[in-house]
């Protein structure tokens, strides 16, 4: 992340950019004075890995939050790490791990559908599950999931609900079974239970 993302961008994407060196020289001063790059408030299992944020006054802040304080990691971070005393207890920073100052990691890359353009809605026709906790979903969600990787792959998204699955749902290889979360469900996620699903 740096000032090179508004300069290099599209005229028809950000209309104001800065054009000449004068206008960037100005910007760059402007930034280094005043930009945060990343502000983490409350964050739960927070993960930062592998990050440059360039031409700012605060590269990674962390502040404290009116619902709490960032809990999580980071690691291979190249910018300055700015933090409170307050909101700061509960990450652990491996770049100040004197073990580990040459080591790395390269993640998994993530797991997505073989066809993004093939999306399925579960409560859509043909399948009309109901999401209402009561009525057995199982086939209408198998349906779908059936239905994606007959089509070369695909997601199967489940709006928000409650879906009763009383048996297997099995999720072909190329599909990607996707939910929603929404905040009246977040604190009550443990409720939420899978009995049996075969990948």
Same mark, same amino acid.
């Given at each position: 992340m740096g000032n090179n993302v508004w300069g290099d961008a599209p005229p028809s994407v950000i209309t104001n950019a800065? +054009?000449?060196?004068?206008?960037?020289?100005?910007?760059?001063? *402007?930034?280094? &004075?005043?930009?945060?790059? +990343?502000?983490?408030?409350?964050?739960?299992?927070?993960?930062? *890995?592998?990050? &440059?944020?360039?031409?700012?006054?605060?590269?990674?802040?962390?502040?404290?939050?009116i619902y709490g304080k960032t809990y999580g990691a980071i690691g291979d971070v190249n910018t300055s790490v700015y933090k409170t005393s307050v909101n700061y207890?509960?990450?652990?920073?491996?770049?100040?791990?004197p073990q580990g100052a040459d080591k790395g990691h390269v993640f998994a890359a993530n797991r997505k559908p073989a066809n993004p353009e093939n999306f399925f809605n579960v409560k859509n026709s043909p399948y009309d599950a109901k999401g209402d906790g009561v009525t057995d979903d199982a086939q209408a969600i198998q349906s779908a999931l059936d239905a994606a990787s007959s089509a070369g792959g695909g997601t199967v998204f489940l709006p928000p609900g409650i879906y009763k699955v009383s048996t297997h749902l099995s999720v072909p290889s190329g599909v990607e079974l996707r939910g929603s979360l929404d905040y009246r469900f977040?604190?009550?996620?443990?409720?939420?239970?899978?009995?049996?699903c075969t990948l």
């Open positions: 800065p +054009v000449n060196p004068s206008d960037k020289e100005q910007f760059r001063v *402007y930034t280094e &004075a005043n930009l945060k790059g +990343v502000v983490c408030k409350r964050n739960d299992a927070l993960t930062i *890995y592998g990050i &440059a944020i360039n031409e700012c006054n605060k590269g990674l802040s962390f502040e404290q939050g207890q509960g990450i652990a920073d491996t770049d100040k791990v977040a604190h009550n996620v443990m409720l939420a239970k899978i009995e049996k």
